[in-house]
């Protein structure tokens, strides 16, 4: 019902008959879906819907009870965050993703320090990665915020573009984010859908949570409907209309008439 | 935040950073001019002499602290390598002094992996753990040796405790040593960087990869590692087995890292900052001396400027945030 309507033919990520339970909590259930490459897709549905336990399973997090995840056409079950990001898969969460106490260049670098001298000394090339983080950076945002400042000191918008902009600069394929805009005004919003479209022109592929339906028709060409751990359906963003979405969330019937 | 609360932040940054410090000259200078005998070699190398110990478990303290815990067992720690180490040496005989230091090194690092599979792997409070281990092997150490010193440590091994090289005592260019050294480790390679990054955010830091369990596991192994240096020259001051040693030091070498511009909260701190918050307290303790105030007075002298410290923290911590 719901395949045929993907309007890209490619789907990046490909999840099958996704089950999980936690005890006797049904959290997904029968969950299939594709992410077209290339493209922004949306994750709608109420609070309890599954949508952060689908994104946890998608990273590494969570493994699932049973069904399969291929990516890139290959099957791929991740049992740590650290494998789903080594294929590609990277996600950005709403406040968690930065170290405040770090500057921004140390929050780039976090886990993929450069060292020199002698290996086993660890040394840290300060010089190196100050130099690269401007760079890395201004792939995607088009005002870089200061490179040595501790994070804790940028605003909230700052942060989460210094956040989504770390995903895309250590070259991955998907990336998945949980509200990214949550918190922000709205010019901050906008600062940060403004990198979300850069990721796109350069070929990434997103995943995006949130519950701004007007954001969700704002930024994607394509979102998926989850209710009570199952898919509802996918529609293409330009075919379709809040109230459709807003009803498919709810469960409420109307004229578009939907499954499950 | 706009850029006049930026700033605002950034020079209460820079005070705090700097603030101890100009202190600390501000009291070394003060104590020149109104009191000639704090100048004398004699009793700068006394002040020198007797912080050494303290300071020596203040650096690795200061591992403990910016990773956002702490270790209450070092007292306890010190205590243990003294009674291994001078037992060993006072019934072995030939070798042992080396014996000694070894067994002091291994007995210590035993409690130091104790106190971090706890904290870093069964997710015990570092309060709670390495309270409980304080408490633990001082009650050995007591059971072991009815509470008793034992004496006989071959004089030789003084040396390390009261001699000194090119006019500087032992115990103090020990201190510079581990200072130097841990200090190249906290600030210059990648595990001082993570101790940064654990403490300042571990949920994120392990997103990242940052494998934090690890980092925590090594630190309180640090930690105990330094007591056990202390301990050592412990020995080679008093030459004896001491049971009733180094109490309350934790709290002692926790004060000289919050002084030095440490925050219990995690994150924040630096090794050059301790060694100055453990020369502030020694000079104070050592000028209420010189000025013949009761040494009971001392332990009030010490508490009073840690909380004038943590005040200080608090203060420009929350003109920090409450902006940003």
Known sequence: ?260 | MTLMARRWSGSFALARRHGVFLVFILLVAFMFVSKPTFGTYQNLTNVVQQNSIIGIIACGMTFAIILGGFDLSVGSVTALASVVGATLMIDLGTFGIPIGIVGAVVSCLLVGVTNGWLIAYLGVNPFVATLGTMTVVRGLIYVATNASPRFGVPYSFTTLGLGRLLGIPNPAILFLLVALLLGFVLHRTRFGHYVYAVGGNSLASAQMGVNAARVRFAVYVLVSACAAVSGIILIGQTASATPQAALGYELTAIAAVIVGGASLGGGRGRMGGTIVGVFLLGVVANGLNLFGVSPFWQPVATGLILIVAVAFDGYSKHGGFASG
Do not use: C
């Open chain 1, 1 to 260: 019902m719901t395949e045929d309507r993907v309007s890209n033919p490619y789907a990046l990520l490909r999840a099958e008959a996704i089950n999980k339970n936690f005890g006797a909590v049904v959290a997904l259930q029968d969950v299939s879906l594709q992410i077209p490459k290339g493209e922004i897709t949306g994750l709608v549905g109420d609070n309890g819907a599954g949508k952060s336990t689908l994104i946890k399973i998608i990273s590494g997090v969570l493994t699932p009870d049973s069904g399969s995840i291929e990516f890139e056409g290959r099957s791929a079950s991740f049992d740590s965050p650290a494998e789903a990001r080594a294929q590609g898969i990277e996600t950005v969460y709403q406040d968690l993703a930065l170290v405040g106490n770090l500057a921004v260049w140390a929050n780039v670098y976090l886990g993929r320090e450069l060292t020199t001298g002698p290996k086993f000394l660890h040394l840290l090339d300060k010089r190196a990665m100050l130099s690269n983080t401007g760079d890395m950076l201004k792939r995607f945002i088009r005002n870089v915020p200061p490179i040595g400042e501790s994070v804790e000191l940028l605003s909230g918008g700052q942060r989460q573009v210094v956040a989504i902009a770390r995903a895309g600069a250590w070259g991955s394929k998907l990336i998945l984010m949980d509200e990214p805009t949550a918190a922000l005004g709205i010019a901050e919003t906008k600062a940060v859908e403004d990198v979300i479209f850069e990721l796109k022109r350069q070929g990434l592929t997103i995943l995006v949570i949130s519950h701004n339906l007007d954001q969700i028709f704002r930024i994607t060409s394509g979102v998926w409907v989850l209710r009570r751990g199952r898919v509802i359906g996918y529609r293409e963003t330009m075919k379709t209309r809040p109230d459709e979405i807003v009803s498919m969330i709810t469960g409420a019937t109307t004229s578009s008439g939907n499954g499950s």
